[in-house]
């Protein structure tokens, strides 16, 4: 009653609105319970397979809509068919001629989106050359609901491929690092010979490995400029075979995996030395200029000095304690009427110095 007795002592359209909001409240209704929101499908559309050597690789991003649930596996299906089989066939026909070839379990499922991968060998018979391989994949949530099968991914596979390159070697250069590796004499069968269109080489150095040449190498070898001194690089190959005498390169398949071999180049790669030295003296100061070194890793020069041309190397005085990186050079310690020769060496930044230069002389001049 206090609260209305207030009320009173409000102007008559504010204890109006008052009233309503109260007694709205007071008489709020629940509604109809609404229909539970429908889980997302969990299907898979984008299945590829395709062969690397004597394997097919099949591949398909999994990506699970909001609200699709837990997944309790995946199922892998194949089906070896007839080359001249047609390609359209019903899920049913499929589901009943196929088998299935691995299960990954729910646990194994990374929970982010991420794209999965599975191998499968191919197994050569009699017929293999008239076989036609036939994927799906199948998801099957934790409660045991089964969804329809992704596209099928139909490849036939290519049984003469050849086998990878052998006696990968590599050799560190100043500016390259030299990769050569052997042939393959024979295909994956044991028959010859090998059916070698080309190859792509492969490196690798924190993630996947990355593929080199921009067109298929015909040759053996391969001249890698891309590198840095102090990095671990490995390497590897894979032949290029093609599905029949003549195909051409864009449809070749690949072959297994080469052996790995890797590689920390060191620079071990001194400059050349300085040449071109001009000398002249002064006001009893000897000076001294010459072209710049063009090796990219420079750092700078040593200059040494004797009074005895035909000094040993370890007589010879080395006049700069750190490295020079000035073209030029003034030397003030010197004695009017004196003969000094002189000797330069180039140092890179990973402390290589070069030879020393052919030595320059001069008299002080006073």
């Not at 196929?98 to 379990?105: D, F, L, V």
């Not at 036939?134 to 949530?141: D, I, N």
């Not at 990878?164 to 560190?172: D, I, M, R, S, Y």
């Not at 005085?317 to 050079?329: C, E, G, I």
Request: aromatic share 8%; glycine share 6%.
């Amino acid at each position: 009653m206090r609260f209305f007795r207030r009320l009173q002592s409000v102007p008559s359209p504010l204890a109006t609105v008052f009233c309503v909001l109260i007694f709205a409240s007071a008489c709020g209704k629940i509604g109809d319970p609404l229909p539970p929101i429908p889980r997302a499908p969990l299907m898979v559309s984008d299945l590829t397979a395709i062969q690397r050597g004597t394997r097919i690789i099949i591949s398909f991003p999994l990506t699970r809509p909001p609200g699709s649930g837990k997944l309790g596996r995946i199922s892998i299906y194949r089906l070896i068919e007839a080359a001249d089989a047609p390609l359209g066939l019903a899920q049913e026909e499929f589901s009943a001629r196929s088998t299935i070839i691995s299960e990954i379990p729910g646990e194994a499922i990374p929970a982010a989106r991420t794209s999965i991968t599975y191998q499968d060998m191919i197994t050569p018979s009699p017929n293999s050359s008239l076989s036609r391989y036939r994927y799906a994949v199948r998801l099957v949530s934790a409660n045991g609901v089964v969804a329809d099968f992704s596209n099928y991914a139909i490849t036939t596979p290519v049984i003469d491929v050849a086998k990878p390159p052998a006696g990968l070697q590599t050799e560190v250069r100043q500016s390259e690092i030299s990769i050569t590796w052997v042939a393959p004499s024979e295909n994956e069968p044991g028959t010859s010979p090998a059916n070698v269109a080309g190859y792509n080489l492969y490196r690798r150095t924190d993630g996947d490995p990355k593929r080199l040449n921009a067109q298929p190498l015909v040759e053996p070898s391969y001249l890698d400029r891309s590198f840095q001194f102090g990095m671990k690089y490995e390497y590897f190959v894979r032949t290029l075979s093609t599905a029949t005498a003549g195909g051409t390169l864009s449809e070749a398949i690949e072959s297994n995996d080469s052996r790995v071999v890797g590689v920390i180049p060191k620079d071990t790669f001194a400059p050349g030395p300085p040449d071109s030295i001009k000398i002249a003296s002064i006001n009893g100061i000897v000076s001294m200029f010459w072209p710049s070194n063009p090796e990219p890793d420079l750092a700078g020069y040593l200059i040494y000095r004797s009074e005895n041309e035909n000094a040993s190397a370890a007589q010879w005085l080395k006049l700069t304690p750190r490295l020079h990186t000035p073209t030029t050079f003034r030397d003030d310690k010197v004695v009017v009427g004196k003969k000094y020769y002189y000797r330069v060496t180039a140092v890179d930044t990973s402390g290589n110095e070069s030879a020393r230069s052919i030595s320059v002389a001069e008299e002080v001049n006073p």
